[in-house]
């Protein structure tokens, strides 16, 4: 154990189980030799460590960097950790030279930085299979843009819309999911390193140079701010349980039509599952364990807002415990956007069976409503009413929309004369999804001028995707380029 030299005696062992890290921040050691190198860099930059040294901390550096990437790196339990590793391991390389490495600097800023090192990582990965899923719903939402469906409203079939109709729904609404993580990434990408263990320091040090090497967009400007919140740590775990939610709603949506009651879809053998004791059944068992992972996203978020709500200024050791919060939702969201997408490439949807739901239903009835206002002047609450007995009417005679000369009588014994031919039509699913054509209706036209305006603005999130990959990476090739210099 080090930094104990203030103290009397050893740390009992179990209160260094509990204290220790490692099992949280193990993931961050990439991040935190590259911000190790970042940091150097600026103090020999700054002359407040001799070349020589720098040279001899960043060769080490290098050595630990490659062990790392070959996985032959072991972190030690009892430096408590990963930063405590490093440093370890560089003094053991760069002899009393390693000692400087920490100049200017804290574990309370070092911890944070590294976070939002790999938080904006993971971030952007997770933007890439959400633009690669909202692909696969828009192919869906042109290819089906008159594929007519039940529309529902309280599980109960309410008016007639299109499969495409229903895709683009999803695709906005996993846009906006997109539009939440880039917005959060902004915030994120914003360098604490400097503001030390919570009030700046009095070494010259240059936080914009670092911030550059580490490819941050901007400052956290005040010290105290910068190593106690974890405000954007939470805004981003918000946003991972809210597009689970999202997740969980299509989930639902897709297990539920999955079975014999709609057969609506036939989900893809290789994203189903069998019954240890039911030879026949096909359960939508990775729809449902996605649908389960919201709940989980749900109580990390808590968990954080919990871990946070109670402590005061500076850094408490509370904070620990929301890395692991967070690579667990990280780690739940990508796995269950990309087998989501698997599952929407592969499901087979029963055209058929969709629009023999409409036909045989009464779902065109607000459609009649509509034209009883339009061409017969009635109010529209008079047109509700007349239509809403016409249809309890037909239910007692066991009959339908599709039995129009009955359609016909009833509408006569109300004093409404329509011909046969004019019932047809507006009775017709297909012709009453084409008729609206408001601003986001269900119209194929309607659906496919927003597939194609989505379509764009995905581009555009796309190019801003690879932009911010790009920023990170030439960050990374100038800290490399600076250490050769030195080394």
Known sequence: MVLR????GKISAGAMEFLNSLRVDREMIMEDIWLNQAHVIMLERQGIVP?????KILSALDDLKAEAMAGGFQLKEELEDVH???ESYVTEKAGQAGGKMHTARSRNDQVVTDVRMKLRGE???TVGLLITLDRTLLKLAEKSKSTVMPGYTHLQHAQPITLGFWASSYAEMFFRDIERMLGSYSRVNSS????CALSGTSFPIDRKFTARLLGFDSLQENALDAVSSRDFILESLSSLAILTSNLSRLSEELVLWSTEEFSLIEMPDEFS??????PQKKNPDLAELIRGSAGRTYGNLVQALTAVKGITSGYNRDLQEDRALLWDSFRVVNSSVEIMNGILAGVKWNDKRMFA???DGFSCATELANSLVMKEGMPFRKAHSVTGKLVKSLIKEGKNFKDISDVRKLLKKEGIELSEKDLRNLLDPSKAVSASRSIGGTSPAEVGRVAKSLKKELLVKEKSLKGKRKGIEDAGKETEKLVREIV
């Not at 030299?5 to 009397?8: E, L, S």
């Not at 604490?192 to 503001?195: C, I, K, N, S, V």
């Not at 599952?273 to 039911?278: D, Q, T, V």
């Open 84 to 86: 405590m590793n490093v």
């Open 51 to 55: 070349r020589e040294d720098a040279a």
């Open 123 to 125: 971030i952007l990965e």
């Open 192 to 195: 604490p390193l400097g503001a």
């Open 357 to 359: 739901l409409v036909e």
């Open 273 to 278: 599952a069998g019954s240890s004791i039911m």
């Open 5 to 8: 030299d203030r103290f009397k």
